[in-house]
């Protein structure tokens, strides 16, 4: 475990938060501000507990020079709403000048402020040590609170750990919680719900997950790859063609480690990518060779709503079909009500995952959803995140 800001002394003193900002914009307006309300948590106890709070976040991708599209302006103005009262915000191009130092210098205890979009530097990307010292010389300690950035060694996620004591904020502390827990010490039966494109983006998940798991469902697109893998004729179904073999093995070793694996039976085609294009709902044995798969079928919603209602721990990561189209979002709902109905603990991985519980109106009927898509995948497959490893251990 790492130490968090209940564990350090924040009163009176100047601590710098990086939060994950990166929100949708449009037009200027932020069209969703849940990365926002997730860093609040951690934002009102620094508040509260007299410290002088520096907020730090990257938003889009700017290329490593200033770019008024990505301002966090947008941001500190609905901040200020959040949290009632005043954010300062003074754009530099440099993130950190003489003027943001002068700032800085004037804060008052329970006062907050917020630097520019991190990314308007070059050096953020870069890990660069000067840049991690022009942000470290704001501070006196250093609070990681940007879980979706933290599978990235950059200057305000990793960098800056180097030059103050280094501590997570609430969003981490809970996402480190549940993802750990999940893998690590879980409630039995423990399933894991695989979807999405391709075999070969999950490789190194499925292969951890299988050292762990109970119990394993693959739907969405890449299971078209395990039923090529089954002989069976997939039409114009995507195909990862380069991890046929693999998904063999992965089967292979689902049995060796006594992991019960499910895969669709039947699937909803459709002859184009589109939701207005001709459909049936056909058995894994039977898709015609001018159609696609689109979603799992109803054999398939049932067998999957099986599984869920026996374990005691799920994570789910990727959706069932093409959610996005009304006429294929059956399979992805389903999923998402039977985890809903559960008592098991929900834990949903980032991503469009999250997008479809949201979609749904489901995300308060599950236990954690994760805010960093590719930061959960990588801390669920086993790997060492930059953002975390560089916090002081508890």
Not at 58 to 80: C, D, I, Q, W, Y
Not at 280 to 286: C, P, R, Y
Not at 310 to 320: H, R
């Amino acid at each position: 475990m790492k130490k968090t800001v209940r564990d350090i002394d924040v009163s009176g003193k100047r601590v710098i938060v990086r939060c994950d900002f990166n929100v949708p914009m449009k037009e200027g307006k932020i069209t969703d501000d849940t990365r926002i309300t997730a860093a609040l948590p951690t934002i009102k106890y620094l508040v509260e507990n007299n410290a002088k709070v520096i907020i730090m976040s990257h938003m889009g991708r700017p290329k490593g020079r200033p770019n008024m599209e990505f301002t966090l302006k947008p941001v500190a103005v609905r901040l200020s709403e959040l949290i009632g009262q005043d954010v300062k915000f003074n754009s530099s191009e440099s993130v950190v000048d003489d003027e943001i130092k002068k700032v800085v210098s004037k804060l008052k205890d329970g006062e907050v402020m917020l630097l520019e979009n991190t990314r308007f530097r070059k050096e953020e990307t870069d890990n660069d040590e000067e840049f991690s010292k022009e942000l470290a010389s704001l501070a006196d300690i250093f609070v990681n609170d940007a879980f979706g950035t933290a599978h990235r060694a950059h200057a305000s996620t990793a960098g800056i750990a180097a030059y103050l004591p280094s501590v997570s904020g609430f969003l981490i502390e809970n996402e480190i919680k549940y993802l750990g827990q999940a893998v690590e010490n879980p409630k039995r039966p423990l399933l894991a719900i695989m979807g999405g494109a391709k075999v070969g983006d999950k490789i190194l998940l499925i292969k951890n997950l299988l050292s762990k798991v109970d119990s394993l469902i693959i739907g969405g697109g890449m299971a078209y790859t395990f039923i090529k893998a089954q002989r069976y004729e997939i039409g114009k179904s995507l195909l990862d063609a380069d991890n046929i073999e693999l998904a063999k093995e992965l089967m292979e070793l689902a049995k060796k480690n006594n992991v019960k694996m499910l895969i669709p039976v039947d699937t909803a085609c459709a002859k184009e990518f589109s939701n207005d294009s001709e459909k049936k709902t056909v058995d894994i044995t039977d898709i015609p060779a001018d159609m696609m798969g689109m979603d799992i079928g109803d054999k398939t919603v049932a067998l999957f709503e099986e599984e869920i209602a026996k374990a005691n721990t799920i994570v789910w990561n990727g959706p069932m079909g093409v959610f996005e189209m009304p006429n294929f979002e059956n399979g992805t709902r389903k999923i998402a009500e039977a985890l809903a109905k559960s008592d098991a603990i929900t834990i949903i991985g980032g991503g469009d995952s999250a997008a479809a519980v949201n979609q749904f109106g489901l995300s308060d009927k599950m236990t954690h959803i994760s805010t960093g898509g590719g930061a959960s995948m990588e801390y669920l497959e086993g790997k060492v995140l930059p953002g975390i490893d560089v916090l002081l251990d508890a």
